[in-house]
Structures are given as structure tokens and as C-alpha cells.
């Protein structure tokens, strides 16, 4: 709870991964993929119950061993490729509206982005519920470095390289670029009164949680899983990115 505001977070984790099978429960730095974000939202110092949203009970035993609770297995329609995570979490709020469960805040952690910690959560937290006049959500983005556009090209139908940005002659050194972000997923905070109306945390009323390059790694492949099984094992010596 802050100020008053009680806050549910929910960890999105169906089965069915194309590109790690069993990726949600398979172990990285120790323990199951789903675990860090469960960790991460116990020990916030804000969070008021954590859910995991799960078609099988496989993920809901590792779920439940972790601390998180399962209200319900996901239903089938809800747990398709093309599902959006707003029918899911529509759904979730439904659930406990009918049960006068009412909370203010709704924090979405996905599985996929174990590096965020308890820290990023209540930083964002305490960010969002302070700017409450000016915004009504708030997304972990990160600056664009390498792949900022201007260093974009386009392939033509003669099978050659186009600049997607400006021209081949324009001096590019990064230091003079305008900084852009990416969209980079880690962690979504929204007001629900807001997240209903508009369908999305994304929004013109959004802030920015602005995470370092090395925190915005996502296990999508096994590129993605040995990137960050590194970066965790970096931590764990206590080096410094």
C-alpha cells in the first residue's frame, strides 16, 4: 500500500513458449525464470498481493512454492498465442471486483525480464504515486545506443542498403545523437481507473522508468538466456556495469 492506495501485481507466465521450451520454469542463476519476479514484488515494500497468471499447474506449483498466488488457471481463450495481456489482466480485475477485492494500483512484472529488482518496482512505484496529478502510469524504457535509427538502413529492391534516417554523408558519432528510448518492457505500473479507460499503460500520460542497458535484457531465445545467466553471474562477484 502507499498513501493509502492498495496495489496488485500480476506475473503473466502461460505455457506454450516457441522459441525456450518450458521457459517461464526453466532455472537461470540458480532458480526457475518465474521466480525472480516473484522475489522482486515480495519484498516491495508497497505491493499488497502478488498473483501469477498461468494455464497449468506446473507453473502454478513453481508459482506457489516462490510465494505468489494463483487465483485461478487462466482459461484457454485467454491463453492463446494472440491473447493480449490486457484481456488477461481485464480478467484478473473482473475476478476480484466480484469478490470486493478493490485495488488502486496494478503492477505487471513480466517473467521474461529477471533482472529487474525490488528496488526498480518501489523507485517506480513511489515515482508514479508522486506525479499522481500529472500521469497515471509509468514504463521501464532504456536510452538507444547502438541501435539508435540514424544508424539504420533500409535494404531496396535492388538489394542494396538505403539510410533509413538522414544520408550516407551525414556525420554520425553517438555522443551527438538526440537521445531516443526503447520500450523495453521490465515493469508496467498503471492507476487501474486509468489502465481500464484506456486499454493500455502506454499512453499520454505515461512516465518513464529509465533502466540501465544491462537491465533491459529479455529471455525471448538462448542468446537472450546465456546474456543474462552472465550478467547475473557478474553481479554475484560484484562487478560493475
Not at 50 to 59: A, G, H, K, N
Not at 78 to 104: C, G, M
Not at 178 to 206: M, N, P, V
Request: glycine fraction near 4%.
Amino acid at each position: 500500500m502507499i498513501g493509502n492506495k492498495k496495489i496488485l501485481a500480476m506475473i503473466p507466465a502461460r505455457s506454450g513458449s516457441k522459441g525456450i521450451i518450458g521457459k517461464n520454469i526453466k532455472k537461470i542463476g540458480g532458480k526457475p525464470l518465474i521466480a525472480w519476479s516473484i522475489e522482486a514484488a515480495k519484498s516491495s515494500k508497497y505491493i499488497d498481493k502478488i498473483i501469477v497468471s498461468t494455464d497449468t499447474d506446473e507453473i502454478a506449483n513453481v508459482a506457489l512454492k516462490y510465494g505468489a498466488e494463483i487465483p485461478y488457471l487462466r482459461p484457454i481463450d485467454l491463453a492463446q498465442d494472440k491473447s493480449t495481456t490486457y484481456s488477461v489482466i481485464k480478467n484478473i480485475l473482473s475476478y476480484y471486483k466480484k469478490l470486493n477485492e478493490i485495488y488502486d494500483y496494478f503492477v505487471l512484472l513480466e517473467p521474461t525480464s529477471p533482472l529487474t529488482t525490488t528496488k526498480d518496482v518501489d523507485e517506480a512505484m513511489i515515482k508514479l504515486h508522486e506525479s499522481k496529478e500529472n500521469a497515471d502510469s509509468i514504463v521501464g524504457v532504456c536510452k538507444l545506443e547502438s541501435f539508435h535509427p540514424k544508424f539504420s538502413v533500409n535494404i531496396n529492391n535492388k538489394g542494396l542498403i538505403e539510410q533509413f534516417m538522414g544520408d550516407f554523408g551525414e556525420s554520425l558519432r553517438r555522443q551527438d545523437l538526440d537521445d531516443l528510448y526503447f520500450r523495453e518492457g521490465s515493469l508496467y505500473i498503471s492507476k487501474i481507473d486509468a489502465l481500464i479507460r484506456e486499454k493500455s499503460f502506454y499512453h499520454s500520460r505515461t512516465l518513464p522508468y529509465i533502466v540501465p542497458k544491462w537491465k533491459s535484457f529479455e529471455v525471448d531465445d538462448m542468446v537472450d538466456f546465456i546474456c543474462i545467466e552472465a550478467i547475473m553471474k557478474a553481479i554475484s562477484n560484484n562487478e560493475k556495469f
